[in-house]
């Protein structure tokens, strides 16, 4: 997929899906990073009945943690090598209850700066084969530099 | 503790208890019901390693399981015996990283409607005793009443 | 324009305009209706020194003004002809200085429902001709029936 | 009135204070800065037809506009000489149509940093001298400090 964003590491993709790795709540709610584009990541959550609310739904915290992480490394793959990645904020708006098979956040970069990065993330639940978009995300980032 | 609001539901405690109960996911993380006041609901959460994001804090998105839902209960205790409660939307700032023992997510409704609830969340990090606002919630959240 | 939405009042577009001569604010400032489609609704206003922030910017909450009223206008073309509208709450992502000659500010609907609409706008900044990106809003709005 | 936050720069009050009437917008709607301590600031506008929606209530964007600015001079009062301040993004909720006489945003720091700043506002509307929580808003701002 083409992308309208340079990355300044060339070695943005591993260095994504290290720190992926590394967020230990991905394995505990079983999500997988999917796609890693410059400025534009893809998280996948398969449905597990421990991960929901009252209705029987995802809950609105589970798709947090998945658009989150989409934003944060959405942004990530677009720093420079040393930066390390902080969320400053986010807000989610849930469109839709998150009925599904498999729920895929995808995570874009909409403004990029020197420190402060602004992104969204698109949540959508696939069910029989057919996606519905279910939640938004918009959120500011923060590059950290070593001191 | 004293409350500025009335429930409509005197038995609003074990309607929140019954509904906490049946979110699936707050057994998954470890959460509990701490506190159902009209209108003031606490969740508690204790510290677990297979929660974290990269940095070994607890990952944003499991704050935002325990915030939105001491958000949603604080609302539903207000609700009148028939209605289910839905999270419309809501934004998060996170102030300081979520290290600590135990997480305590205090929901309090800031403005009750007959349909639409704005409710807001502060999350505490305790450590060693003392306890440090990290991150707070703004949300709306509405009464399904069965047509 | 062609739309993905389908009005349900046929003189959505009389009627978003009557209202919106109803706001006496955009006189004012000099706001004007540009462009009114089923679920997407344009509003223009031309740069002002009386109405910049101390860096001769236009402040933060004269483009409120025009995205907020762009998100609201957006959801009303859609609403049936008995209704009122009413914002519930929006969020702002400031993405540059809002620099120009010239602000338009390109009001979404998301998602509508009978009585919750999830709507964004975004605000472009023209100057000598080049449009930009200066601010994103995400907001959510009622309609309100007559009882 | 004492507050937990000390000034980093002796002359908080009229660096924020000339900050104020450098922002043309507050002389057009007609604001006055009404109070200024260390982390708090406080804005008054009195009621104006000409600053109203379709409904005859103060526009939520002119709302924005007095909520904005007390939370972006209340981080700037604690911010050293030097910083210009700058905002992120926030968001808003309506809780109540802004009817009233006289309109006071009171703004605070919730958490002030290097460079960046969470603050809030509440929007009171003053009727026959009863106030009325008709509005809060919740942002994050940024202190840019010369190169």
Known sequence: MSSQFEPKD????SRVSRSF??????TT?????AEVEPGRVVIELPYRPELTQQDG???????????DSAC?????SLMPAEARVLTIEFKI????????DLFRAVGKVRKPGRSVYV?????????????KLV???????????PQ
């Open 10 to 13: 060339p070695h943005f993709k």
């Open 135 to 145: 939640a938004t995300m918009h959120g500011t980032l923060m590059a950290v530099y």
């Open 21 to 26: 790795d590394e967020q230990a709540v991905m």
């Open 93 to 100: 708006n849930l469109l839709a209850p998150a009925a599904g």
């Open 119 to 131: 992104a969204e993330s698109e949540l959508y639940a696939s069910r029989d084969g057919a996606d």
């Open 72 to 76: 944060g490394y959405a942004a990530f």
């Open 29 to 33: 709610i079983g999500a997988a990073l």
């Open 57 to 67: 739904f995802i809950h609105a915290g589970i798709s947090s943690t998945i658009m």
